[in-house]
């Protein structure tokens, strides 16, 4: 009677483990967060304030979460080439930036490389468009979900977290542009 229970105990944990992994796994492969800003200020302004890497962490929001991480760039002062890397504490990480394409007043695309707290990959890509007197900057974030990520899905909102500081990081931009 006792092995009964304990074989129906462990197949209903097996059948539960089963279906929350077949449900992990059944969750989507790709990710987009993606938020819009007009600043009162030309393309060519904004534009600059992401072009070149050295002004990245005048408006950051993550320069905020840790302000004494360790900063490196490489490559070329700004535009398709430049690296900006960062190593800070647990709540930012380790990682770099690359940009892969800069096409003046109109769109920065980069490689996203964390390390730290684990490993991935993504695009970032930033427009550039006139409205008005002002410029309308989308931030977009794109990549795959692997395994782990899809599972973190499941008890954490990306677009929410990762969108969140997006938005702080448009407000700082629009006062950092707005300064010029």
């Given at each position: 009677m006792i092995k009964k229970i304990l074989i129906t105990i462990v197949l209903v944990a097996v059948l539960l483990v089963g279906g929350l992994l077949a449900f992990v796994a059944s969750?989507?492969?790709?990710?987009?967060?993606?938020?819009?800003?007009?600043?009162?200020?030309?393309?060519?302004?904004?534009?600059?304030?992401?072009?070149?890497l050295h002004k990245f962490n005048e408006w950051s929001p993550w320069s905020k979460i840790d302000p004494n991480a360790k900063l490196t760039f490489d490559g070329p002062a700004?535009?398709?080439?430049a690296i900006f890397g960062w190593a800070g504490n647990a709540d930012i990480g380790e990682g770099r930036m690359i940009i892969t394409e800069s096409r003046p007043n109109e769109?920065?695309?980069?490689?996203?490389?964390?390390?730290k707290p684990f490993e991935g990959t993504s695009l970032t890509e930033f427009t550039f468009k006139p409205e008005g007197d002002g410029t309308n900057?989308?931030?977009?974030?794109?990549?795959?979900?692997?395994?782990?990520?899809?599972?973190?899905?499941?008890?954490?909102?990306?677009?929410?977290?990762?969108?969140?500081?997006?938005?702080?990081?448009?407000?700082?931009?629009?006062a950092q542009a707005a300064g010029r």
């Open positions: 969750r989507p492969d790709d990710f987009k967060v993606s938020r819009s800003a007009v600043i009162p200020a030309p393309p060519a302004v904004v534009f600059e304030q992401v072009n070149d700004a535009g398709k080439g769109q920065i695309l980069m490689d996203l490389i964390f390390i900057i989308t931030w977009t974030m794109s990549g795959k979900n692997n395994f782990f990520a899809k599972a973190i899905g499941l008890v954490m909102d990306c677009d929410t977290m990762i969108g969140g500081q997006f938005e702080k990081g448009l407000e700082n931009l629009k």
